[in-house]
């Protein structure tokens, strides 16, 4: 009895040593094909009954499916490699390398034109959350990986490239009839929402300010830079009042959509009525008979024009007007050319005089202005040695991430 067990573990563990050594060998096979540039060849064979390291198969399929421009088919095998337990983790960010580099490769040759900028940001996220996972590369450029956080700073770049193209204009357009004088409203605002990386404005009319462009009854504001993308705009506030009622309510929305170096507009029409007052003595009324300050009463004490008023300052001919301008010599004229201007007599400042420096900007000793000279020259010395630092981590960023395609890790 014991003998026939010895036997089936025998047996057993021959035909794992066989298992294992045929997968090496098979392996190897693969490799020198890969090697020599024939990816006809592939690594299914190992994907059964591989019991160390089956992970292999899974990246060396991937890549020689890479290698044919498969990228979906290469990304399935990159994620069923990862999904294998006991994966060093030098090797793991070599999978999630070119696991990062098969999406890269999905990008179309025009991924930064206007119709693929939105498309290729999502697809260029996911390669860098790929990449950051685990560790392979970090934020702060210390990750297990040297190509990871390489391949990462290239992708920040085309990133940042993209989001720079990825904005456009959102213009605010409201037409108003129905008011002459628009300081009559009320406020009138809007609330302006947008996509995730907007950040929530809201927009108040001004009908006074140059922000808000006039064309007849429309007023346009323009809102610059914003990221691509579905906006809406709502009127939070219509600018109603007991004087002007409008034809729409607070909360009326309109929808936007921005693209890519593109504009958007949203419309707002609002018609005002003014409202009636029955009330015949309502002191907003300027023909109201019983005003004491109606304009048109010729015996209204407050009326410049008054003909009975022999005081009327306005009265050209009055000999006790101040302002005459008959009188030549009228001391109270600021045109009189006799009249001296008023007040002391100032000297102009010389601005090379330190008495008169009102900053305290020149200096008043030969130490004083050896010192201003000193900082200078120092400081302009720093400047240049920080945009000389600048050009050169540009350049270094530039020449590691030229052929960043080469980070992509061989078959094992």
């Known amino acids: ?158 990133i940042e490239d993209l989001e720079s193209k990825n904005i456009g204009t959102l213009l605010i357009q409201k037409t108003i009839t ?42 346009v504001y323009t809102l610059d830079e914003v990221p691509a993308g579905d906006y809406v705009v709502t009127e939070t506030e219509t600018g109603e009042n007991d004087m002007y009622t409008c034809s729409t309510e607070a909360g009326t929305e309109s929808n936007a959509t921005v693209t890519a170096l593109g504009t958007g507009t949203a419309e707002f029409t609002n018609e005002y009525t003014a409202n009636q007052s029955g009330d015949p003595s309502d002191p907003s009324d300027p023909q109201d008979p019983q005003d004491p300050q109606d304009p048109q009463d010729p015996s209204d004490p407050s009326d410049p024009q008054d003909p009975q008023d022999p005081q009327d300052p306005q009265d050209p001919q009055d000999p006790s007007n101040p302002s005459d301008p008959q009188d030549p010599q009228n001391p109270q004229d600021p045109q009189d050319p006799q009249q001296p201007s008023s007040g002391p007599h100032q000297e102009p400042q010389d601005p090379q005089d330190p008495q008169q420096d009102p900053q305290g900007t020149q200096p008043t000793t030969y130490e004083q202005w050896e010192e201003q000279v000193r900082d200078q020259i120092e400081g302009q010395s720093q400047d240049a040695a920080q945009q000389r630092q600048d050009e050169l981590q540009d350049y270094q960023e530039y020449d590691e991430s030229a052929n960043w395609s080469s980070d992509y890790e061989g078959i094992w």
């Open 1 to 158: 009895m014991k003998k026939k067990i010895f036997i089936v573990i025998y047996v057993f563990l021959l035909l794992v040593f066989g298992r294992q050594l045929l997968n090496y060998c098979y392996n190897e096979h693969i490799v020198q094909q890969y090697l020599a540039g024939d990816y006809t060849v592939n690594d299914n064979l190992l994907l059964s009954l591989n019991l160390i390291e089956p992970y292999i198969a899974h990246y060396n399929n991937g890549n020689i499916l890479y290698k044919n421009h498969l990228y979906d088919d290469a990304i399935a095998e990159y994620q069923a490699a990862l999904e294998c337990p006991g994966i060093p983790q030098r090797r793991e960010c070599s999978i999630r390398i070119n696991y990062a580099l098969a999406l890269l490769g999905k990008l179309p040759d025009d991924y930064d034109s206007t119709a693929n900028i939105e498309s290729s940001l999502e697809t260029l996220y996911e390669a860098r959350a790929i990449l950051l996972e685990d560790g392979c590369a970090t934020e702060d450029g210390k990750g297990h990986s040297t190509k990871a956080e390489r391949l990462k700073r290239e992708i920040d770049r085309m």
């Open 178 to 219: 129905g008011v002459d004088d628009l300081t009559q409203l009320d406020p009138i605002t809007f609330t302006v929402v947008g996509p995730e990386e907007f950040e929530t404005v809201v927009v108040t009319f001004d009908s006074t300010s140059t922000l808000w462009v006039r064309s007849g009854d429309t007023f």
